[in-house]
């Protein structure tokens, strides 16, 4: 066997968590080397938050286009509810490249002036301390690490269909190609809907294509509650997006050179959705590890790939970690970021082990970027209620109707729901379905951190008339 270059740390994949804990290594005078297959920055900068982030922007601006009217505002042309203008896909997507195009360029730099040995190939593991590096040349290149990070993350699952095999390449997507798209769809079939499926399906139905989404699950977001994903359902319902729920699609076939149609059944029994342009494909991921030969090293994976970890991040090899997506939900980049921080802690430290920070109750925040968009932190009322059987525990919902700001902005669709321990009135869980939720979220994610009791809030003075505002009035709704 080649001799293999030593390094004092080895990470492989450059995602969020990935990035910036090569760079304070190396900062700490550790030799660090940074294995990436593609694009430094991960699925975050290149394919997910980046991207779709900036194409859901371009979709708000046309849907208040078609909304001026409402405020009084017409274009030339604008006639009730006539709506005259043009989208360029070519710019949407321009655009798109050109701000993921900074963010990784300077990614890459910051690894640079650091010092970090980025190598630009596909890792696998020889055995827990070597790693054969391949790269696109055909060439490899053997190396090993006292430490190794494994930061792979995760893929779109892959599209399963019968018939799918006799249409058109080009027209079965998943939510990295979709983005790459030059035309906008006549009709798009979203297959799924969760997350993913709801932001692209209202993201082209506001650019003008004609959208069904076909969800199995009886909701959208099935780990929402339910009356938050009724109030989405109705949301998107409005902006005229067919919504097919408990329907499982079955096969598709080609009605011509340009369309196809898709069958599924539903409780009803079989239905068929036509004159089919495009099918996008949002219902799951699947981790990055079939290529890495992890039984090599001796690592574990549960039975769908993902690596398992305790809560230090440490897998079932002692010298090697795991974090971001590819150890399993919640997949967030926050949390990708967290766990770096989590791991630098760890690795740089001279404490005792398993004497800094944990994942054990990290508070979990996220956004789904729907318009209006949905922030959520803490526990749901479903797991609020199993995790504390003999809790006493209280929900507060106000509609956003209730909301002075939303009311002078007329973006009052959605709600706001609120779980608390009745007893100390500490805030479980928080959820808000309406413009800037993400914001609104985050100012009682300060409060949970902060263990303050919901009445702090209660009687907070906030700005007149902030979304904030509201919660005054929230926990007027407790039973």
Known sequence: MATATHYD???????????????????????????????IGGCCVNEGCTPTKTMIASGRVA?????????????????????????????????KRDIVSSFRSGSEKRLESAGVDVLRGEARFHDANTLKVMFPDGSHRLINGEK??????????????????????????????????????????????????????????RLGSKVTMVQRGAQLLPREDKEIAAELLDILRDEH???????????????????????????????????????????GRVPNTDHLNAHAAGIEVDAKGYIKCNEFLETSVPSIYTLGDVKGPPAFTHISYDDFRILKASLLSDSLAHSGPSVTDR??????????????????????????????ISTAAMPMSYVARALETDESNGMMKAVVNADDGQILGFTCLGTEGGELMSVVEMAMIAKLPYWKLQDAVFAHPAFAESLNNLWGFLN
Not at 15 to 36: H, V
Not at 372 to 388: D, F, K, N, S, T
Request: hydrophobic share 40%; aromatic share 6%; with cysteine.
């Open 9 to 39: 740390a080895i990470i492989i994949g450059s995602g969020q968590g990935g990035t910036p804990l090569a760079k304070a290594l190396a900062e700490a005078n550790k030799k660090t080397a940074l294995i990436e297959k593609i694009h």
């Open 63 to 95: 849907h208040l286009i078609r909304r001026g009217p409402d405020y009084g505002i017409h274009l030339p042309g604008q006639v009730g509810l006539k709506n005259e203008f043009t989208v360029s896909m070519d710019k949407v997507r321009q655009r």
């Open 148 to 205: 190794i990070i494994v930061n792979v993350g995760c893929r779109p699952a892959p599209p399963s269909l019968d018939g799918l095999e006799k249409i058109d390449k080009a027209r079965v997507l998943d939510s990295t190609s979709i983005q790459e798209l030059g035309e906008l769809p006549g009709h798009l079939v979203v297959i799924g809907g969760g997350y993913v499926g709801v932001e692209f399906g209202q993201l082209f139905a």
């Open 241 to 283: 997006l067919t919504i097919h729920l408990g329907a499982r699609p079955t096969s598709i076939s080609s009605t011509s050179m340009e369309t196809f149609s898709l069958s599924m059944e539903t409780q009803g029994g079989t239905e068929i959705v036509s004159n089919v342009t495009h099918l996008l494909f949002a219902a």
């Open 363 to 392: 508070l979990v925040p996220y956004v789904v970027y729907t318009d209006p968009q949905l922030g959520h932190v803490g526990l749901h009322e479903r797991e609020a209620r199993e995790r504390y059987p003999h809790m006493r």
